[in-house]
């Protein structure tokens, strides 16, 4: 007899980017420079007193969200990554078994873990074949069963995003009985006018949750900031279910110094997409088929060649992020790095 769930025994890890002294990590779509200095030393500042707890209501950094995307503080909560959120949707949303979680596949490698953890059941859509969500498939596969839909835009790995007309489309086929969670973590990086921006949507649609995070913008992934806005009883649960005092006061402190600095860290978002441009021209022109990326990476989808590819760019010093017989994901980073990657790829043969 088992002291462990034995439905756990199953659950996929969480893979992390690997980490290589000495190599160039393209792994994980981080931003390859540290936060400003006036933000490292608002978070020196707030570890001064890492002896107290944090504020449990998030309250200065939720006003701050509040002010900047002009909806009420009771429509926002703040979470230990927006990782952490996608948890806590399945939480707030499925109780039995039976009750299902759907998202795109192939999208972010949390949400079936989460629906795991959640001891809920994942429906999977397959993307397009140009790499895209499959909306008006997502929407015809919705059961009575269903709870919760992720919507990933720009999708995690694929870099597609999905255009405002179209989720309009898909909101109004799912109907308000569903939870929809758009997560944007890569908003950011959108330069495309026709993508969706969730946030415009949430007056009309109560049933829609967007997902925001400091983790890439922002350049706080290693203090675990992400954010939820929805609907206020939505938001209510969210908070209701987060483990208490999960948003340290470091986190906190060095989100709303990143708030205050977000003309300069927006800014270099711009070099990022104007990399983004260069890097996917050059893997075109090098005969690698790449789909149009509205991130702060690329996909190149190379099914069987995929783990041999990623060999390949380790060998010269550049981590990768292969998916085993789908696709490598490559983060867009600063023009050094992005020229190494470059020259590993020009020189892959498999
Ligand atoms: N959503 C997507 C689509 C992501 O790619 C990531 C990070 N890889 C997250 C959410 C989680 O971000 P965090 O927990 O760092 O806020």
Partial sequence: MSLIRADLESLPAYVPGRAVPGAIKLASNEVPLPPPPAVLAAIAEAAANANRYPDLAVSALTARLADALGVAAERIAVGCGSVSLCQQLVQITCRETSDEVMFAWRSFEAYPIVTQIGAATARTVPLTSDFRHDLDAMAAAVTPNTRLIFVCSPNNPTGTAVTRAEFERFLAAV?????????????????????????????????????????????????R???AVGAPDVVLALRKVCSPFSVSSVAQAGAIAALDHAAELLASCAEVVSERTRVRDALLTAGYTVPPTQANFVWLPLGERSTAFATHCLERKVIVRPFAADGVRVTVSTPEENDAFLDAAASFAG
């Fill in 175 to 223: 109907g308000p009985d569903v939870l929809v969670a758009l997560d944007e973590a890569y908003h950011e990086y959108v330069t495309d006018p026709d993508v969706v921006d969730g946030t415009t949507l949430l007056d009309a649609h109560p049933n829609l949750v967007v997902l925001r995070t400091f983790s890439k913008a922002y350049r706080l992934a290693g203090l």
């Fill in 225 to 227: 900031v992400g954010y």
